[in-house]
């Protein structure tokens, strides 16, 4: 598992020192030769198609191979792509389903840690660029508006852009606002959507994004801030004359007229 986890982080590595040479192909090839060399997976069984899609990629790869070695002459005039970075574009995924065979043991655990490992390191590696500039510049207020042409792939990225730390903090005081609304209305749905609306604020600016910031904040100003009915009270102004315990008193307030129901006590009609 966590050769696994080692693998998937090595995605969002640099270059090393070496030039063309990615620490994730030092992480993949290096651990899938550890991996063949523990020999493991003799003992493995293999899915079948999971066997007919290695064997089809390895032939793949085999047919790239000779024509590499043994290239046709090219009539075309235009120039060849790099040998080495076409290699390694044919053999590394065989070497990551190998390493991905050879240290599985546990399937569900082991992509469980993978995918969190993906999307920690994802939203990290979205972020760094974006949030180094801010500290190095403005800090406390950001970018402004204009913000920085940069994918935001976060929404608090995006407040820590605009805003510096201040937008930040207002980004997620404005999430824990939604949270407290949703607990005095205690419904589910909208508990659902301050929910998604939270985690999705991990992978895009969702309370800004086009589109789905109107979306989003239709429902929850419909579901949080309009004001509820009182309890027992007709829904339509229609039910009012019919309903035997409710009658209808108008009180004139400084602003303005403002009707509003009282409860009196009376008997039911027999």
Do not use: K
């Not at 998937?8 to 060399?37: I, K, W």
């Not at 800004?208 to 309890?231: D, H, I, Q, S, Y």
């Not at 007709?234 to 307030?253: N, Q, V």
């Amino acid at each position: 598992m966590i050769a696994l986890v080692v693998l998937v982080l090595s995605a969002f590595a640099p270059y090393t020192s070496v030039p063309g040479l990615r620490y994730e192909q030092v992480a993949v090839y290096g651990l899938c030769a550890l991996g063949l060399a523990r020999m493991h997976w003799l003992r493995s069984r293999v899915d079948v198609v999971g066997g007919v899609v290695v064997m089809s990629w390895a032939a793949f790869a085999a047919i790239g191979i000779v024509g590499l070695l043994t290239p046709p002459h090219n009539l075309s005039g235009i120039v060849p792509g790099g040998a080495a970075a076409g290699f390694d574009n044919l053999v590394l995924p065989l070497a990551v389903m190998g390493t991905t065979w050879t240290f599985t043991v546990d399937s569900r655990a082991t992509l469980r840690a993978v995918c969190v490992a993906l999307v920690v390191a994802a939203m990290a590696n979205a972020a760094l660029a974006a949030v180094n500039a801010v500290v190095q510049s403005s800090p406390w207020f950001g970018f402004g508006a204009q913000g920085l042409a940069v994918p935001y792939d976060n929404g608090w990225v995006e407040a820590f852009v605009v805003a510096g730390a201040c937008g930040a903090l207002l980004y997620t005081a404005v999430l824990g606002l939604l949270v407290v609304a949703w607990w005095r209305r205690r419904s589910r749905f909208a508990g659902g959507l301050v929910l998604v609306v939270i985690g999705a604020s991990m992978g895009l600016p969702a309370l800004t994004a086009n589109r789905v910031a109107t979306l989003a904040w239709v429902l929850l100003t419909l579901l949080l801030f309009t004001p509820t009915l009182m309890p027992g009270a007709p829904d339509e102004p229609s039910d009012r004359g019919r309903h035997p315990l409710w009658t209808a008193r108008t009180d004139i307030a400084a602003a303005g007229g403002v009707t509003v129901l009282r409860r009196r006590p009376g008997r039911r009609r027999q």
